[in-house]
Structures are given as C-alpha cells and as structure tokens.
C-alpha cells in the first residue's frame, strides 16, 4: 500500500551536483523522517543524512557542507541535495522513510526502504 520510490542518480564529473529525490506514495497521512544511506561497492551500507522526527536535519562528517537532507511534508518527499561530489562518494544510495498511513484498518504506521538509486563521480 505505500512504497518509496528514489529518483535523480546518475553519472555527473567530481565538482557537480545531484539531487536525489525519495518519494512516498500511497494513503500517506505524514512523513515523519527520514534517512539517506549509501553503499559503495564491496561495503556496507552506512548512514550519510539524517531528518529525524521532531528534529533537526543532521549529515555525517563525510559529506558534512556538501549534503543536505530535507523533507517536505507536503510532498511526501525527501531530497538529498549533494554538491561539490567527489570519486568517492560513488555508490548506490538508498532513503529510509517512516511516517502514518490510512489503512482499512485505521492508522497505521510504516518505515521503508527505497529502492537504490546509483550515484557515479568520475575524475
């Protein structure tokens, strides 16, 4: 009943930028938070922003002033705004949103994964 679905990878030179977009679908009643991870080839899967609920956004030191997290409620929607991209922050990246959905019955509460959007800088 509620999906995410990731857009806005791509293969972009070291200095671009990219924004990635994350979108929740279905009988969505509110996005509480979320987070972008990534996942470079032969690793794991770690924590790069943060927007938790109530809170305030937060990124890792990694991509600390060159990415930012944001939602927009409205929208359903989370977005990773990354400038300055390097060779290393190649990978796939993947959201993880949790929010409240209406449901037969009644409300319900979720928290899903995206499906990976893949992210090249090249040199």
């Known amino acids: 009943q509620v999906q995410l679905v990731e857009s806005g990878g791509g293969l972009v030179q070291a200095g671009e930028s990219l924004r990635l977009s994350c979108v929740a679908s279905g009988s969505i009643v509110r996005l509480n938070g979320a987070r972008w991870f990534r996942q470079a080839p032969g690793k794991g899967r770690v924590l790069v922003a943060a927007f938790p609920s109530g809170g305030s956004p937060s990124s890792e030191d990694s991509v600390k002033g060159r990415f930012t997290i944001s939602l927009d409620t409205a929208k359903n929607t989370v977005y990773l705004q990354m400038n300055s991209l390097k060779p290393e922050d190649t990978a796939v990246y993947y959201c993880?949103?949790?929010?409240?959905?209406?449901?037969?019955?009644?409300?319900?509460?979720?928290?899903?994964w995206g499906q990976g959007t893949q992210v090249t800088v090249s040199s």
């Open positions: 993880f949103a949790e929010g409240y959905y209406s449901a037969h019955e009644g409300l319900q509460s979720f928290g899903l």
